[in-house]
């Protein structure tokens, strides 16, 4: 039996895929949570063999939520998902430690095959993903500047993007502010742009907004 948490804000996205994941057989959802501090706590006394965690659940965000998950937790598999577009955040997701990324506008069915596949220990990611990142995308400028980032770097664009200050970043990553100065900059590199207007504007690109 395959035991599963799902964490996500939305009572009715936890309701839904409740629903979805109960009518397939050798699957228990033995918890649903809404914040990552329910997460934890549950974690603290059941252990599930994996975590459908949303990539904007509050307090944490959904990739330090996942580093922490794998540090604490390590048998623990993850299974993100989000309404985010899959080719920008898959990638990051899973250099951060994840053994999948589900896109909510993906296919129903996708849902149980994605849970029984990282449950078994292999990686997910939908044959639409694994095609586009088999052909180069040259034409799509942003994405392919996205590939250089690394997760930490998403993480620092999506909080400068929702219009965090320095200040703000630093304290929801954890950072010191001289650390987040260095991040931006490197952002601006990678991104090839050398102010902040620019900066916003290619995560808006990324739809980071």
Same mark, same amino acid.
């Given at each position: 039996? *395959?035991?599963?948490?799902? =964490?996500?804000?939305?009572?009715?996205?936890?309701?839904?895929?409740?629903? !979805?994941?109960?009518? @397939?057989?050798?699957?228990?959802?033995?918890?649903?949570?809404?914040?990552? /501090?329910?997460?934890?706590?549950?974690? +603290?006394?059941?252990?599930?063999?994996?975590?459908? $965690?949303?990539?904007?659940?509050?307090?944490?965000?959904?990739?330090?939520?996942?580093?922490?998950?794998?540090?604490?937790?390590?048998?623990?598999? !993850?299974?993100?998902?989000?309404?985010?577009? +899959?080719?920008?955040?898959?990638?990051?997701? *899973?250099? /951060?430690?994840?053994?999948?990324? $589900?896109?909510?506008?993906?296919?129903?069915?996708? $849902? *149980?095959? =994605?849970?029984?596949?990282?449950? +078994?220990?292999?990686?997910?990611?939908?044959?639409?993903? /694994?095609?586009?990142?088999?052909?180069?995308?040259?034409?799509?400028?942003?994405?392919?500047?996205?590939?250089? $980032?690394?997760?930490?770097?998403?993480?620092?664009?999506?909080?400068?993007?929702?219009?965090?200050?320095?200040?703000?970043? @630093?304290?929801?990553?954890?950072?010191?502010?001289?650390?987040?100065?260095?991040?931006? /900059?490197?952002?601006?590199?990678?991104?090839?742009?050398?102010?902040?207007?620019?900066?916003?504007?290619?995560?808006?690109?990324? +739809?980071?907004?």
């Amino acid at each position: 039996m *395959i035991k599963i948490i799902i =964490a996500d804000n939305h009572p009715i996205i936890r309701m839904g895929v409740k629903h !979805v994941l109960e009518t @397939a057989s050798g699957i228990e959802i033995i918890a649903d949570v809404s914040t990552t /501090a329910e997460l934890f706590e549950k974690l +603290e006394n059941v252990t599930p063999d994996v975590v459908m $965690l949303e990539m904007d659940i509050p307090e944490i965000n959904g990739i330090a939520a996942l580093r922490k998950i794998k540090k604490e937790f390590p048998e623990v598999k !993850v299974l993100m998902y989000s309404g985010q577009s +899959e080719d920008v955040y898959a990638l990051s997701t *899973i250099r /951060a430690g994840a053994f999948g990324y $589900l896109s909510k506008t993906s296919d129903v069915d996708y $849902l *149980i095959s =994605a849970v029984r596949k990282v449950a +078994e220990g292999n990686m997910f990611i939908t044959n639409e993903l /694994a095609q586009r990142l088999a052909f180069d995308e040259g034409t799509q400028r942003p994405r392919r500047f996205f590939r250089k $980032l690394s997760s930490r770097e998403v993480e620092v664009l999506k909080l400068l993007a929702s219009g965090k200050r320095n200040k703000d970043v @630093a304290i929801g990553l954890s950072l010191n502010e001289k650390t987040v100065s260095t991040y931006k /900059a490197r952002l601006m590199k990678k991104l090839n742009v050398d102010n902040m207007v620019d900066l916003l504007q290619q995560a808006k690109a990324l +739809e980071l907004y």
